[in-house]
């Protein structure tokens, strides 16, 4: 076995079916008497419901949550959680809600609880992002990372079916790189097998039928190991090009790393042969890339960056900035081959 170093991020985590009933004793727990509830506008009626459970310990509501959390957005739910002196943050919704709620921390300290509804795994991590004049800013910092997480898998049940696909596969993204991750452990290791082995199993029962209880569990538990790895351990190449992708165009989060995954996968391929090895495992495939690119396409999700507003002239501009500031990546990074893996990801070709 190789040396390795493992630390583990303090969290408490309530899981199954009805534990956003949990709510009021989880913040009581906490010591705390105010709290602000975030949601998108999308999601406020989640945020009602929270301060319904909540009565008095729910100071208000700031319903404003955006995708990449914008400096503005976040300025503003600082000041409405100074005005009504909350003493706790609580985000229902995504990746964005829960953006949002440690964007507020970062600044505040404040102690936030999240209530997870995708399965994109920033519950997990204290890694936060700010966006300010087209530029996202991220780092960690221990004070945002969620005190306590509700996974209560009753709340995905009206997740859209393509929105679960493309979200359970953005979490299989973190415990696929987790496999390699230089700073990699064998806790890691483990839980990103059994988290993928979760989603893809999960994916296509919940597209069979949206509100497979089972699947919407399996899922959800699937997601909370997938993101504990990206909690963990350094993420590579898929990572940064998915943070191009999304920063530099605009392109949908979950969808840029469902069509992104299997080409970066194969691009690491012959450097990483036991994670090659795990992943195919967990997805019951000899080759783990082409599963992942077949359970996009058979479950509905698009498979092409063409299909979500990528622009071939992009291709080039993508590499170029991918390479500026690269992450570690187990296979060396070569301009002609990240172009090469951006044209087949760009035209929905599956991994070579
Ligand atoms: P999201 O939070 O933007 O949600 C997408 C849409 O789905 C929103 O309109 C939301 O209101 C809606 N929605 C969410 N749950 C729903 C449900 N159960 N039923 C119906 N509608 C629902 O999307 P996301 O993919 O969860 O999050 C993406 C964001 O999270 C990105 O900005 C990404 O950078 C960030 N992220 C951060 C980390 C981290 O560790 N910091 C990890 C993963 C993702």
Redesign the pocket.
């Known amino acids: 076995m190789n040396p390795f170093v493992y630390h583990a991020n303090p969290s408490r985590v309530v899981f199954g079916m009805g534990t956003f009933a949990q709510l009021p004793a989880e913040i009581e727990r906490l010591g705390c008497h105010r709290s602000l509830l975030l ?5 406020v009626e ?1 945020a009602r419901d929270a301060a319904t459970l909540l009565g008095s310990a729910a100071a208000g509501i700031f319903d404003q ?5 914008p400096a503005g957005v976040a300025a503003q739910a600082s000041k409405a959680a100074k005005k009504i002196g909350a003493d706790c943050l609580v985000a229902t ?7 949002l709620a ?1 964007a507020i921390a970062l600044e505040s300290g404040l102690p936030v609880v999240a209530v ?7 519950e ?6 700010i966006t300010d004049q087209g530029r ?1 800013r ?1 780092g960690s910092d221990a004070r945002v990372l969620p005190r306590t997480v509700i996974y209560d898998p009753e ?6 079916v393509v ?1 679960s696909v ?2 359970g596969i ?1 979490a299989i993204a ?1 415990a696929a790189e987790a496999l390699y991750a230089r700073d990699g452990n064998p806790i890691m290791e483990t839980l990103a097998e059994l988290g993928i082995r979760a989603l893809a199993r999960a994916i296509p029962a919940i597209r069979s039928d949206v509100e497979d209880r089972q699947a919407r569990s399996d899922a959800l538990y699937g997601a909370w190991l997938c ?1 504990t790895t ?2 963990h351990v350094g993420m590579a190449l898929h990572h940064k090009l998915c ?1 191009t992708l ?1 920063g530099t165009f605009n392109l949908p ?2 969808e840029t790393h469902t069509i992104v995954l299997p080409h970066a996968l194969a691009y690491n391929r012959k450097s990483t042969p036991r994670a090659m090895q795990i992943l195919g495992r967990a997805l019951a495939s000899e080759d783990g890339p082409r599963a992942l690119y077949e359970l996009a396409r058979d479950n509905g999700a698009p498979t092409a960056l063409r299909d979500i507003g990528f622009q071939e002239a992009d291709i080039a501009v993508a590499a170029d900035i991918a390479l500026t500031h690269p992450y570690w990546n187990p296979a060396p990074l070569a301009r002609e081959a990240l172009l090469a893996l951006l044209q087949r990801a760009y035209r929905g070709e599956p991994p070579i």
């Open positions: 949601s998108t506008p999308h999601q989640l949550a955006q995708m990449h959390v919704g995504g990746g964005s809600t829960i953006g440690k997870p509804t995708t399965y994109a795994g920033s997990m991590t204290p890694i936060y992002g996202k991220t709340l995905t049940l009206g997740l859209p929105i493309t979200s953005n973190h993101g990206l909690g943070h999304g989060h979950a």
